[in-house]
């Protein structure tokens, strides 16, 4: 693997070409979630007009080009690279996609698509023509990135290390909770069941409270199970949250359920968010089933617990 160059400041242009099945789609989908603008397909014959309007100080615009490309032209894209706009102080990068040819070929006969210079011949006729194609590009890109032996996630790591050094580190925590009775989030990551804490919703004094109340706070913290629990899905959150960035996810919701979703799920989402605050993050905090009604048919049957 060629490494890329150190990012300067100014617009930067990054056309990210390569073979067919090596990863080429995967690099733009990270480049954006990076902040990046990108095209992919471009038509060929835009491209100069296109870079002429693209010299802001602020431009990271990747542009994905290949065999697919309708007038794709290895010579004339080597052109547009060596001949970017030095007036305006424009950047143009090439970042190249390989793999092995056997590797390109299970690919594509794991997935049944048709390889875009096949052209009803065998998969391995389309991957020889295409590398004999793209050769001078390849020769000339000063990145490549060899994902043979590269899972997705791999490659999204590798273009994380090598193009995300400007983009923003924080993934974006939200902590919230809910009522089982009410339906589960669907789209929280990680959940926990907190029903096992006595309900506070059967002391009458504590029903029309909130897990926010102090009240409601002392009455769960006074359950046997609540310490040592806690103490325990604290320290695996914390755990998992920097695997989390390092796996390139913009956004984690860690929910908390109860039955109603208005006591024992929002003190603990409430101590969760005060822990991860403590530990330099900062997440956001959202109680889904705070406001819902007070019911009796909610939060079950049982006098003590739900």
Same mark, same amino acid.
């Given at each position: 693997?060629?490494?890329?160059?150190?990012?300067?400041?100014?617009?930067?242009?990054?056309?990210?070409?390569?073979?067919?099945?090596?990863?080429?789609?995967?690099?733009?989908?990270?480049?954006?979630?990076?902040?990046?603008?990108?095209?992919?397909?471009?038509?060929?014959?835009?491209?100069?007009?296109?870079?002429?309007?693209?010299?802001?100080?602020?431009?990271?615009?990747?542009?994905?080009?290949?065999?697919?490309?309708?007038?794709?032209?290895?010579?004339?894209?080597?052109?547009?690279?060596?001949?970017?706009?030095?007036?305006?102080?424009?950047?143009?990068?090439?970042?190249?996609?390989?793999?092995?040819?056997?590797?390109?070929?299970?690919?594509?006969?794991?997935?049944?698509?048709?390889?875009?210079?096949?052209?009803?011949?065998?998969?391995?006729?389309?991957?020889?023509?295409?590398?004999?194609?793209?050769?001078?590009?390849?020769?000339?890109?000063?990145?490549?990135? *060899?994902?043979?032996?590269?899972?997705?996630?791999?490659? &999204?790591?590798?273009? @994380? +290390?090598?193009? =995300?050094? !400007? %983009? $923003?580190?924080?993934?974006?925590?939200?902590?919230?909770?809910?009522?089982?009775?009410?339906?589960?989030?669907?789209?929280?990551?990680?959940?926990? *069941?907190?029903?096992?804490?006595?309900?506070?919703?059967? &002391?009458?004094?504590? @029903? +029309?409270?909130? =897990?926010? !109340? %102090? $009240?409601?706070?002392?009455?769960?913290?006074?359950?046997?199970?609540?310490?040592?629990?806690?103490?325990?899905?604290?320290?695996?959150?914390?755990?998992?949250?920097?695997?989390?960035?390092?796996?390139?996810?913009?956004?984690?919701?860690?929910?908390?359920?109860?039955?109603?979703?208005?006591?024992?799920?929002?003190?603990?989402?409430?101590?969760?968010?005060?822990?991860?605050?403590?530990?330099?993050?900062?997440?956001?905090?959202?109680?889904?089933?705070?406001?819902?009604?007070?019911?009796?048919?909610?939060?079950?049957?049982?006098?003590?617990?739900?």
């Amino acid at each position: 693997m060629k490494q890329a160059s150190e990012s300067a400041s100014g617009p930067v242009i990054l056309i990210v070409s390569g073979m067919s099945g090596a990863g080429k789609s995967t690099a733009l989908e990270v480049l954006e979630d990076l902040g990046w603008e990108t095209i992919d397909n471009f038509p060929l014959r835009l491209l100069r007009p296109l870079i002429s309007t693209e010299a802001s100080p602020d431009t990271r615009l990747a542009i994905g080009i290949d065999a697919r490309t309708r007038g794709f032209d290895p010579a004339r894209i080597i052109e547009l690279v060596e001949r970017a706009l030095p007036s305006s102080g424009l950047r143009i990068d090439l970042l190249f996609l390989d793999a092995s040819s056997r590797e390109i070929e299970r690919r594509y006969n794991e997935t049944r698509r048709r390889h875009p210079l096949a052209a009803g011949r065998p998969v391995r006729e389309g991957i020889k023509a295409e590398r004999e194609l793209l050769k001078p590009l390849r020769a000339r890109a000063p990145t490549i990135i *060899d994902t043979t032996e590269y899972s997705t996630n791999q490659l &999204q790591h590798a273009m @994380r +290390e090598m193009f =995300g050094k !400007d %983009a $923003p580190e924080d993934l974006a925590i939200t902590v919230t909770s809910f009522g089982f009775a009410r339906g589960m989030p669907p789209l929280a990551d990680l959940v926990f *069941d907190m029903r096992f804490l006595a309900n506070p919703h059967w &002391q009458a004094d504590l @029903r +029309e409270q909130t =897990g926010r !109340d %102090a $009240p409601v706070g002392d009455f769960i913290e006074q359950d046997p199970g609540f310490s040592s629990s806690f103490n325990r899905i604290r320290e695996l959150v914390l755990d998992l949250v920097p695997r989390y960035a390092d796996q390139g996810r913009a956004y984690l919701t860690i929910a908390f359920g109860c039955t109603g979703g208005r006591h024992r799920s929002v003190f603990t989402a409430e101590r969760m968010a005060a822990a991860l605050h403590d530990a330099g993050y900062e997440p956001s905090l959202i109680h889904r089933n705070l406001d819902a009604p007070v019911t009796d048919a909610t939060e079950g049957v049982s006098a003590k617990r739900s």
